[in-house]
């Protein structure tokens, strides 16, 4: 059975940068397009972007290059990194795994709330 | 972008009933070379990861129950659940995944009458 588990702080001052990884247990993050979703509180859910496992990616343009996902093969891991944050980047934030295509997610991490504020 | 909204934002239905939850996307998603609708539908529970439902729009997603039903093409899209169950009490969201950036409609609450 495929896990995947986010990792990294939970609050990040404004201005700097969010950091988080996903590592994937029970199966191969090779074959596959990998994602970051984000849901502020209360509200509904936002694409953040992918990476393919070969490192090829995609991103919400409305992140205004602020945006970087890599991967990690070796590992089975894969990394959120988004700097310049403001309390509007507040949100849990999910990693996900498509299963056929970039955007049919199958398995899904549990989220982690990331709190901006000082 | 793709918007895709969702209609009605809430609804409550009886037990045993059926519910009906709407999707319109601003634009087609529906690839012509393969004749493919890249939407999904997703259930999300309190405090829980969003759930696949259906991807393709119609594909059953594995261990779903078949009173969940998708259906649609090109821009109109509906998830039926035909008979209402309380574990079925959740927020259903619709995702186009033809081009990027992925979007995602507004949710639809689903609540027992």
């Known amino acids: 059975q495929v896990q995947l588990q986010e990792s990294g702080p939970g609050l990040v001052q404004p201005s700097e940068t969010l950091s988080l990884t996903c590592t994937v247990s029970g199966g191969s993050i090779n074959g596959y397009y990998w994602s970051w979703i984000r849901q502020p509180p209360g509200k509904g859910l936002d694409w953040v972007g992918y990476i393919y496992y070969t490192g090829s990616t995609h991103y919400n343009p409305s992140l205004n290059n602020r945006v970087t996902i890599s991967v990690d093969t070796s590992k089975n891991q894969f990394s959120l990194t988004l700097t310049s944050v403001t309390a509007a980047d507040t949100a849990v934030y999910y990693c996900?795994?498509?299963?056929?295509?970039?955007?049919?997610?199958?398995?899904w991490g549990q989220g982690t709330l990331v709190t901006i504020s000082s | 972008d793709i918007v895709m909204t969702q209609s009605p934002d809430s609804l409550a239905v009886s037990l045993g009933e059926r519910a009906t939850i709407n999707c319109k996307s601003s634009q087609s998603v529906l690839y012509s070379s393969n004749n493919r609708n890249y939407l999904a539908w997703f259930q999300q529970k309190p405090g829980q990861p969003p759930k696949l439902l259906f991807y393709l729009a119609s594909t059953r997603a594995s261990g779903v129950p078949d009173r969940f039903s998708g259906s649609g093409s090109g821009t109109d899209f509906t998830l039926t659940i035909s008979s209402l169950q309380p574990g079925d009490v959740a927020v259903y969201y619709c995702q186009q995944y033809y081009t990027t950036p992925l979007t995602f409609g507004g949710g639809t609450k689903v609540e027992i009458k």
């Open positions: 996900a795994r498509g299963g056929r295509s970039y955007g049919d997610y199958d398995y």
